[in-house]
């Protein structure tokens, strides 16, 4: 079956970098487009990037625009998001997310989740 593993998050101060990893399985990687989205507490999912099948254009949310980086390593099946100068507002669970092949901007399996936390 599909499965997505976040791992790297953890506590960090404002203004620091964390990078987190999303082990992928199940599917054939590199057919499709990947995603980072993530959820605040008490908040809605918001997304935070994209990057295609391989690698040749990403995509981002404007508040993480120059902070972030998208890649992927196809051979080893791992989506990356590299976060610098983090923010406080940056405190949220983070999710990879596997694009649908039905329908345009659906992500139909997604991991469980790795929780990032921006405090002094």
């Known amino acids: 079956e599909v499965q997505l593993v976040e791992s790297g998050g953890g506590l960090v101060q404002p203004g620091g970098s964390l990078r987190l990893s999303c082990a992928a399985s199940?599917?054939?990687?590199?057919?499709?487009?990947m995603s980072w989205v993530r959820q605040a507490p008490g908040k809605g999912l918001e997304w935070v990037s994209a990057i295609s099948w391989n690698g040749g254009s990403t995509y981002y949310a404007e508040s993480m625009k120059g902070r972030f980086t998208i890649s992927r390593d196809n051979a080893k099946n791992t989506l990356y998001l590299q976060m610098n100068s983090l923010k406080s507002e940056d405190t949220a669970v983070y999710y990879c997310?596997?694009?649908?092949?039905?329908?345009?901007?659906?992500?139909?399996?997604w991991g469980q989740g790795t929780q990032v936390t921006v405090a002094s």
């Open positions: 199940g599917f054939t990687f590199d057919d499709y487009a």
């Open positions: 997310a596997k694009t649908s092949s039905e329908v345009a901007g659906l992500y139909d399996y």
